[in-house]
């Protein structure tokens, strides 16, 4: 029986041309990249390439791109990293911080949070209104002078609804907490990345995370963006590989297909787009026509193409 696959916001498979870039890493040129000898440095040079491509979607500087072991650990850097770190520059308790997501997160930034709760620090946790969107309005009302990091999803993975990202950037940023800072604001765009811009200057972000398994990359890899003036602590320390910020000898073929699946979903997005929202339309106009009672979980417009 023929397999129909529809659960590609879950994951994906690896492209030909993905699992053709990262072969020769895996017997040929499986030298450690941190090591001096010449088989280490050529690695250290194709894992710099990989940096560079990612760096060049994101509009980003090549040294703001921290490889990870998955998007979880990236949001996991990002939260519990800058958090920390904050807290040991502010020298305030706990208590006397403030940090913001929404009830909508995905559970590697709604667990984090959770725990930060736990450890005394204050959490706001948004309501969305009945598409998925977190008004912006609502993000205003919930600044405090206490406020130091928010963190909203570009796009949701259960319902494709797409945040405004942007436009909840320029509020964290416009607003000014008691320490004379605007909190920091990190996006995590797993979901996005193969069907939206990841431009993070357009998008006027501080931190953003994005992973290889939903973007026809391999699994087992993550990226995350992180502005040069945000300071973080590394939550895996060791052999101090990316520049500090994660321990742990590189996992170049999946690095090198992660690039490279990047660089296929960008340079494909607007047409693949098309087709997809042509095959999503068309089912779900068909769900509504055959099956009574049925409605649509999310925004009718703004959402993803496969959503």
Known sequence: MKQIYLDHAATTYTDPKVIEAMSPFFKDEFNNPSAIYTGGRKAREKVDTARETIAKLLNCKFEEIIFTGSGTESDNLAIFGFVEKKQEELKQPKESLHIITSKIEHHAVLYPFERLKKQGYKVTFLDVDKHGIVDPETLKKALTPDTIFISIMYANNEIGTIEPIKELAEISHQHKN??????????????????????????????????????????????????????????????????????????????????????IAQENREKENKRLIKLRDKLTKNIFEKIPRTYLNGHPEKRLPTQ
């Open 178 to 263: 008691r320490f004379n800072q605007s909190p920091v604001f990190h996006t995590d765009a797993c979901q996005a990345a193969g069907a939206l811009d990841i431009d993070t200057k357009k998008l006027g972000i501080d931190m953003m995370t994005i992973n290889g398994s939903k973007i026809y990359g391999p699994k087992g890899i993550g990226a995350l963006f992180k502005k040069t003036s945000v300071k973080i602590h590394p939550q895996i320390v060791g052999g101090g590989q990316e520049n500090g910020m994660r321990s742990g000898t590189e996992n170049v073929p999946a690095i090198i297909g992660f690039a490279k699946a990047l660089e």
